[in-house]
């Protein structure tokens, strides 16, 4: 059996585990990190680059680059515009209805770029293992809905890879935190990353983790800093310069990149000096941008930040009924709870130290690893007890929203409804599913309307038809119906439109195993065409050195030989042609070296 492989797909940064001997271990990626930024590039004559390469090339190629992605899977994209602004690539309504990234005469959705990604770790994984890679567990956000969900194992079955299962990001700590203890405690996990927040409660035994309580904020993480240091370094700018700059995509790239890497910086250092040469020019010359951020200052700017994750932590308490004080750890998730204002509030928030023992950047694949490992039976099964955070119900009259599943449900949940029809003789019922918290059912998230048609004909109100709402165990939506009339259980049809067809997803696959195929083809044929030029190269060096002690006939057959090689060198791609050359040469220098000695 091969191996299963844990993914952390960040919005920011991901990262690939698996678990070896019955231990996690990181997967290294090509560049040699251990975490691989969620970045893809695209160069202007179609190259593409994903992970620090791309990350780097970001200030020059802003309209390249595509960051965050994970924010617009499966979101349509109408609910997206808010995010639109944060990114500095277009965006435009693709075919399914969600975002797309034009590039050059194609669209991309979320769900293809974030398989760039996937393949990415994927094809490490396989490096390192030396073996075919073929199936994962994804971590999601424990708020993500049914259709982003979807969207994230679309995702997976593009890069080639069938997600087994898709296992909430802090659920995913938590059993990290099972792995490594194997104690009775009550955990709170705070998860601070690039674009989201988490906090979860959860109750971990030796081999249980029950989540009590979710909450977040998948529209707030460390690009909200960032963006908080770009506005304002934009402000002196201007107001030093007289220059407005917030069009000026390079720019404001430019600005973000020392944002961040100021921040990092106050991680460590009390102060930090900005500056940013030849930022811009006028007909006055050259301006420049020259700053300096102390930590209170940067503290300051950033509390209302913080202090909503704060607010979310209390209501996360709140909803597992539990009382700070009753927290054993928190544990620590993410690259912004590096911060350590973030780290100073935590602890007030719960009034207790923190625990450092997990590294932030890692812990969310470890538990992803473990996971999989479970899944393969190498490591003792543990019991997840993960719950809804969405209420999950349907639209009913005056457009308001019944929830049938009320969120914090323990997974798998399950809801039996009956419906029936309104008027004689009606042969079809629609439900509208949806996700969310609002009385209106139009400001809930729409999972879609299921279509039950093929009712047998009655009068109105008389058929029964039996509507099966449930919950797996990766928190994804399954609806099934049965039509009860008479005592007979008959299947129902149902149709659920989602943004993308399975059909368009494995179409999908099939293009990026393809590509998969012809690179591999490609490095192949420069492997064969190096060890010809080298070959080519040993053989002249042979004849230079050696020509007065070989037969004259001898040396023009070599000649020709030398001739024919360097011919296919220029015209043949075929790869069978040249690996027979490469035969053919290697025989020739062996025969010439024989001859000399
Ligand atoms: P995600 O889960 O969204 O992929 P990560 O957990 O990788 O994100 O966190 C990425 C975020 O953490 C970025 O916004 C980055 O700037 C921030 N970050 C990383 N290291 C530090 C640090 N030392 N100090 C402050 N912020 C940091
Ligand atoms: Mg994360």
Redesign the pocket.
């Known amino acids: 059996m091969s191996t299963i492989i844990g993914i ?1 797909l ?6 690939c585990a698996i678990i070896e001997r019955g231990e996690p271990r990181i997967i290294i990626n090509e560049e040699g990190g251990r ?1 691989t930024p ?1 970045v893809v590039g695209f160069s202007k004559n179609g190259e593409r680059f994903v992970g620090d390469i791309a990350k780097r090339q970001m200030h020059i190629n802003p309209e390249g680059t595509v960051h ?1 992605i ?1 924010r617009f899977m499966g979101r349509p994209y109408e609910d997206s515009t808010d995010d639109l602004r944060l990114v500095g690539y277009p965006l435009v309504k693709a075919q399914s209805g969600e975002c797309g990234v034009p590039i050059g005469d194609r669209v991309f959705t979320p769900r293809e770029i974030a398989a760039m990604v996937l393949q990415k770790l994927k094809r490490s994984a396989e490096d390192f293992l030396g073996e075919t890679i073929t199936e994962a567990v994804i971590t999601v956000p424990a708020y993500f809905t049914d259709r982003q969900r979807q969207a994230t194992r679309d995702a997976g079955t593009i890069a080639g890879l069938d997600v087994l299962r898709i296992i909430n ?1 802090p659920t995913a700590a938590a059993l990290a935190y099972v792995h490594d203890r194997k104690q009775n405690s009550r955990i709170a996990v705070y ?6 927040f988490d906090i979860s409660i959860v109750e971990v035994g030796e081999n249980i983790a029950e989540v009590r309580a979710t909450r977040g904020n998948n529209a707030l ?3 909200d ?2 963006q908080i240091l770009v506005e304002w370094l934009r402000g002196l700018f201007e107001k030093e310069q007289q220059i407005d700059v917030s069009k000026e995509r390079v720019v404001l790239q430019r600005l973000r990149d020392a944002a ?1 890497r100021a ?2 910086e ?3 250092s009390h102060s930090t000096d900005i500056h940013l040469p030849f930022l811009m020019a006028d007909h006055r010359g050259p301006r420049h941008l020259q700053a300096t951020l102390d930590r209170n200052t940067f503290e300051q700017m950033i509390a209302p930040v913080v202090d909503q994750t704060i607010r979310e932590c209390a209501l996360a308490l709140q909803d597992a009924g539990v009382h700070p004080n009753d927290v054993d750890e928190v544990v620590m ?7 350590p204002m973030v780290q100073q509030r935590v602890e007030e928030a719960f009034g207790r130290p923190l625990n450092k023992g997990f590294n ?2 890692e812990v ?1 694949a470890v538990g992803a690893a473990i996971q999989a490992g479970i899944l393969e039976g190498d490591l003792k099964s543990v019991t997840l007890l993960d719950v809804t955070n969405l209420s999950l119900g349907i639209e009913v009259t005056g457009g308001r929203f019944a929830p049938l599943i009320p969120k914090n449900s323990t997974l798998p949940a399950q809801k039996t409804q009956l419906v029936s029809t309104v008027v004689d003789n009606q042969r079809t019922v629609k439900i509208h599913v949806l996700q969310g918290e609002e009385e209106k059912a139009r400001n809930n998230v729409s999972l879609g309307q299921f279509e039950l048609t093929g009712i047998q004909p009655g009068r109105a109100g008389s058929p029964r038809i039996r509507v099966k709402f449930g919950i797996d165990a990766s928190g994804m939506v399954q609806v099934t119906a049965h039509d009860l009339r008479s005592g007979v259980s008959q299947s129902v049809e149902i149709d659920v439109p989602t943004g993308m067809s399975k059909f368009d997803v494995e179409r999908l696959r099939d293009e990026v195993a393809d590509q998969e195929q012809a690179d591999e083809g490609d490095r192949e044929l420069r492997r064969l065409r190096k060890g010809i030029e080298s070959r080519l190269v040993s053989i002249e060096a042979l004849l230079r050195d050696h020509r007065g002690e070989l037969h004259k006939s001898e040396l023009s057959g070599i000649e020709q030989a030398l001739k024919r090689g360097r011919m296919a060198l220029l015209k043949s791609s075929d790869r069978s042609n040249l690996t027979d050359l490469g035969a053919y040469l290697e025989r020739m220098e062996s025969h010439v070296r024989s001859q000399l000695s």
């Not at 998860?191 to 989201?196: I, Y």
């Open positions: 952390d960040g919005t920011t940064n991901s990262v975490t969620s965050s994970k990001e998860d601070f990353g690039g674009g989201t993480g460390g690009a800093v960032d961040e921040k990092m106050l991680s460590t998730v993410g690259g912004s709870s590096r911060i932030p950047d969310v």
